[in-house]
């Protein structure tokens, strides 16, 4: 599942090939939506909210979350495209890009000033002009029995992060992802590691944790089975998650996390 920062990169190339353009075609191929047509409105922007994506077009805003498969590519006329057409959920033409939503895990449209109604309920932004780390702290802090592992990953708590970063991040602070958030000592110190560091890849194509991109660019995520990199221990993997729909994969080290 793609985290906050591809979103956002997906977001602002959208933006940058889009924005201010006229549509010349539309097709939304979702059975609730097959009817909206923007043809002739104007595409204002493009941003990400977490890990979701609003296209503003006209009076509406698509509102798309690309889930476990989805993503969007931007297609020069006549270009081949990377995935096959029956995967293609939108299709938004301008006079010089094709920009196409392919298996978009959640489509929909609704009326921009309703935004809200769909992105009301996420938590502060990490890569968004409002970003509010002390909301954050105190969202994730509200519950002090829940796993720091299900906290960061919970979109209310605060907005971008995924599988990945919450592995990453609980190995930096030393912590189990399946220790309270309680027990935690510093949250404050963890809200801003997880803002640096997806803030840190917002902009490049391969993401890193460890701060290199030659060699390991992950401390533990789908490290299972290899040596720690800072003290050789065996890296664990296990399962996280209070209903099918959480449940993920964990990854840590036995002796730096506690
Ligand atoms: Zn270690």
């Not at 047509?37 to 941003?47: A, K, N, S, Y």
């Not at 970003?131 to 971008?160: C, F, I, K, Y």
């Not at 803030?199 to 660019?217: F, I, P, Q, S």
Request: proline share 5%.
């Amino acid at each position: 599942m793609p985290e906050g920062d591809t979103v956002y990169r997906t977001a602002t190339n959208l933006n940058t090939a889009l924005a201010g353009k006229t549509v010349v075609r539309c097709d939304i191929r979702v059975p609730a939506f097959a009817t909206v047509d923007v043809t002739g409105e104007v595409i204002h922007d493009v941003v990400s909210h977490g890990k979701h994506l609003l296209m503003r077009i006209g009076e509406l805003t698509i509102h798309s979350h690309l889930k476990m498969e989805g993503s969007w590519h931007l297609y020069r006329d006549g270009t081949r495209w990377r995935r096959p057409e029956w995967q293609a959920r939108a299709i938004i033409v301008t006079d010089d890009w094709t920009a196409v939503g392919f298996q978009l895990g959640l489509l929909e449209v609704v009326p921009t000033a309703d935004e809200h109604s769909v992105v009301g309920y996420l938590g502060p932004d990490l890569l968004g002009p409002t970003w509010d780390a002390a909301e954050a702290e105190r969202r994730l802090t509200a519950d002090p029995s829940r796993t720091v592992g299900l906290a960061l990953l919970d979109q209310r708590n605060l907005a971008g992060l995924g599988n990945v970063y919450r592995n990453e991040l609980c190995f930096l602070r030393g912590i189990l992802p399946t220790r309270p958030i309680g027990e935690v000592p510093d949250v404050a110190r963890l809200v801003d590691l997880a803002h640096r560091l997806i803030d840190a890849n917002k902009d490049r194509v391969d993401r890193t944790t460890t701060g290199t991109l030659r060699g390991a660019t992950d401390w533990v995520n789908r490290r299972d089975g290899k040596p720690c990199l800072r003290c050789g221990t065996r890296i664990e993997r296990g399962t996280l998650g209070d209903d099918e729909l959480t449940l993920r994969d964990i990854y840590w080290c036995p002796t730096c996390q506690t």
